[in-house]
């Protein structure tokens, strides 16, 4: 790949989580910038209309070291409206101008999604950037749609002997047909989880001890997805693995999110005054590389590239580990767990996001003769 490139930060979004990506862009921003790559912020709104931060803006964000909290410090969605568009070179992007589509603020040479929940880690994002041929950090169209819908997840999981705790799905007009929706989940034994089955960060999710919280739960969740997943509640500890590579991806050191309350919530992980994180898990050996083996293999299961943070149950009682998902586009502040357990095992923030750079190039380098725009993971 070239030694530095033009890269686009693609951030914000419709989701519930744009607030977490508009953080996490800062973080992915500041570490490209630092290895020497020219930087163009592209954040799209709530209603789904793409600016171009001004590079005053951008510069004052890039550097200026902010205290506190990931979520306290984020990139503006802010600036003039933009289009993308093919660029003047093959594998490149331009940034147009959308009431003047002939006036180009920049031309990029990938995309770097920043994008978490629907619309932005779901394959969407990524068909577009197919559509225009430009290399793209991260999973491609299906393992960033799979990775996504934890049904669809779950399937490609167990089809490939990876462990998943006890689960059943079911759609909206199934639940409201249902003469007993405690049928729904026979078989499960409480605490649920009740999820929607396409969102992150905790959102929609509810845990469930008693028989009358079901349905509060379901509706919950309903705000979000027309699809439900019930969960049986495992007993254990909350461990965290990344991946990252291509065709022989790697796995990263362990590490371990405490939480009150049973559950890392939403505002756990935002807004709680202490880092619930342990990096890396104190675990005997072989259990860590047993994490490790099954989060190489669970991203092979979606067909993932580039990266993903995989998220493991471990019930010390029984030994047993789960793997509860995957996050092909995870949390990317300088207080998430992807950095903290890459660090630990001697890769640095700003070394990580050049890598997957540099893996964006190599799987469009590599994409079949003919095949127009993608083909790849």
Known sequence: MRTTSRIGVLFGGPSAEHEVSCASALGVAR?????????????????????????????RHLTTVAAGRAIDDRLPVTG?????????AAGTVAVTAADAP????????????VLHG???????????????????????????????DKVAMKRAL?????????????DEPTWRAAE????????????????????????????????????????EAFRHDHVVLV??????RELEC????????????????????????????????????IVPASLPDEVTERIRELSVRAFAAIGGWGLARVDFLYDEATGDLFVNELNTLPGFTAHSMYPKVWAASGVAYPEVVDRLVALAFTRHAARPSGAHPGGTP
């Open 158 to 170: 167990r089809a490939e002997g990876v462990p998943t705790t006890p689960h059943v799905w079911f």
């Open 31 to 59: 570490a490209l910038a630092e290895r020497g790559h020219h930087v163009v912020a592209l954040g799209i709104t709530r209603t789904g209309g793409l600016r171009m931060v001004p590079e005053p803006a951008l510069t």
């Open 231 to 236: 969960e049986q509640g495992v007993t254990g």
């Open 118 to 148: 629907p619309y932005g880690e779901d394959g969407v994002v990524q068909g577009l950037l197919e559509s225009l041929g430009v290399p793209y950090v991260g999973c491609g169209i299906l393992a960033s749609a799979v990775g996504m």
């Open 80 to 88: 003039p409206a933009v289009e993308l568009r093919r660029g003047s």
């Open 102 to 113: 002939a006036t180009t603020h920049a031309e990029l040479d990938v995309v770097f999604p």
């Open 242 to 277: 990344g991946v990252l590579g291509g065709w022989r991806p790697e796995a990263s050191a362990v590490g371990e999110v405490r939480v009150a309350g049973g559950w890392f919530d939403y505002r756990q992980k935002y807004f709680g005054d202490a880092d619930p994180m």
């Open 180 to 219: 007993d929706p405690e049928k729904l989940v026979v078989g499960l034994r409480r605490p649920l989880f009740v999820k929607p089955a396409r969102m992150g960060s905790s959102i929609g999710i509810s845990r469930v001890a008693e028989r009358g919280d079901l349905a509060a739960a379901v509706e």
